[in-house]
C-alpha cells in the first residue's frame, strides 16, 4: 500500500483538475492576448538553472526563499524564483542579437518558500511582461497603461493600481544611517500598513525627526495627485523631489489616458525584489486582501549579467486572478 504521505502533495502545493484548470488557461489567454496585441513577444525560460542567477536578484532575505539543490553533475542549481532573473540573464546573454527597446512576455510557474497563509503558496502562476531598453517616463507609462488594460480585459468589475517609487524611500532615508536589516523591518511594516509598530520601531532605532516624520507620514500618504504636494513638503531634498516629480508625470499621462481613476498614489509601496529603482507598481481588486500583480522599474539589474539596460517589468499571479474573478 502507497504511504500515507505520498497520498498529499507537500505543503503549498496543488493540483487542478477540469474547471479549476481551465479558468486558469482563461485567465492566461486574455493577458497573453493583450500583452501580443501591444507588441509583446513571448520567450520561455528554463524550469530551473544555476542558483547564482537567482541569487544575485534576491538579496536582502529573498534567497533564503529559493529551492536549491545539487544536480548530478555536482552544480548548485535552483527552481525558478523570479523570472525578471531570468530575462536579464538571457537578455544580457543576447543583446546583441537583440533590437531595442524589447517587448517580452511569459508564463509559467515560480516557486519559493512561505510560510503558509492566506493567500500565499510555495508554487506560484505568473504571467508577466517586461519592456528592456525604454528609459524613465514612456516605458513606466506604457508599463502602468498595460497593466490596467490586462485588468480590463479580464472583465473585472473594478481594479486598483497602486503607484509609489522606491526613490522617495531612499532619498528620505539617505542620511539616516540606518542599518539594512532596520531599513528591511521598515520596509515591512510599511508594506503591512502597521502603523503602530512602526512608530514603536522608529522610536527604537531614533532616525532624524525630519526622517521620522516623513516615515511616518508615508504611512498615510495615499489616494490622489494631492498626496505628491504633501509628500514633497514633508521631505523636501533632491531626490524626493525628483522622484515625486517623476510620479506625477507618470499620473498626468494616465489621466490622459483616463486610467487615473483606476490609479492610487501609494508611497509605502516599497517592498519588493531589491533591485527595484524606480516607480513601483501593485494591483488589487476588490474583494482580495492581498495584490494581484506586482512590478516596477529595475534599471541597474541587468548590469549585474554584464549589459547595462534600463527595464520596467510587472507579472500577474493567474491564481489570484482566478479567485477574484470567482468572487
Known amino acids: 500500500m502507497m504511504p500515507y504521505h505520498l497520498r498529499q502533495l507537500p505543503a503549498g502545493l496543488k493540483d487542478y483538475l477540469f474547471e479549476e484548470a481551465q479558468r486558469r488557461r482563461s485567465v492566461e489567454h486574455e493577458i497573453t492576448a493583450a500583452l501580443r496585441q501591444h507588441g509583446y513577444r513571448e520567450i520561455i525560460t528554463p524550469t530551473f538553472e544555476h542558483w547564482e542567477v537567482f541569487a544575485t536578484a534576491g538579496r536582502n532575505g529573498w534567497q533564503e526563499k529559493i529551492y536549491r539543490f545539487l544536480d548530478r553533475e555536482g ?10 532573473a531570468q530575462v536579464a540573464r538571457l537578455v544580457a546573454q543576447k543583446h546583441a542579437a537583440l533590437s531595442f527597446p524589447l517587448r517580452l512576455f ?52 473594478a481594479f486598483q493600481i497602486n503607484l509609489g517609487t522606491i526613490g522617495y524611500f531612499n532619498g528620505v532615508v ?27 520601531f522608529l522610536q527604537q532605532v531614533a532616525p532624524p525627526p525630519a526622517v521620522q516624520e516623513a516615515l511616518t507620514g508615508l504611512m498615510q500618504w495615499h489616494g490622489g495627485r494631492e498626496i505628491l504636494e504633501q509628500a514633497g513638503t514633508a521631505a523636501p531634498n533632491a531626490e524626493t523631489a525628483a522622484a515625486l516629480d517623476h510620479l506625477r508625470r507618470v499620473y498626468n499621462h494616465l489621466e490622459a489616458m483616463n486610467w487615473s481613476q483606476h490609479v ?15 516607480i513601483m507598481i501593485k494591483a488589487y481588486v476588490p474583494g482580495l486582501g492581498y495584490e494581484v500583480g506586482s512590478g516596477g522599474r529595475y534599471d541597474q539589474l541587468l548590469s549585474q549579467f554584464g549589459h547595462d539596460c534600463p527595464a520596467v517589468g510587472f507579472s500577474f499571479d493567474v491564481d489570484r486572478l482566478v479567485e477574484a474573478i470567482a468572487g
Not at 552544480?75 to 525578471?84: E, G, I, P, W
Not at 539617505?174 to 514603536?200: C, V, Y
Open 75 to 84: 552544480n548548485l542549481v535552483a527552481l525558478r524564483s523570479d523570472f525578471t
Open 174 to 200: 539617505r542620511e539616516a544611517r540606518l542599518t539594512p536589516a532596520q531599513l528591511g523591518e521598515i520596509k515591512r511594516l510599511l508594506s503591512h500598513k502597521d502603523a503602530d509598530t512602526l512608530a514603536g
Open 106 to 157: 511569459y508564463s509559467g510557474k515560480v516557486f519559493r518558500f512561505e510560510e503558509l497563509h492566506a493567500g500565499r503558496s510555495r508554487e506560484c502562476w505568473q504571467v508577466g511582461f517586461e519592456l528592456l531598453g525604454d528609459t524613465g517616463l514612456p516605458g513606466d507609462v506604457e508599463a502602468v497603461a498595460l497593466v490596467a488594460q490586462a485588468l480590463r480585459a479580464l472583465q473585472l468589475g
Open 264 to 278: 492610487v498614489i501609494d508611497l509605502s509601496e516599497v517592498q519588493g525584489m531589491h533591485y527595484y529603482s524606480g
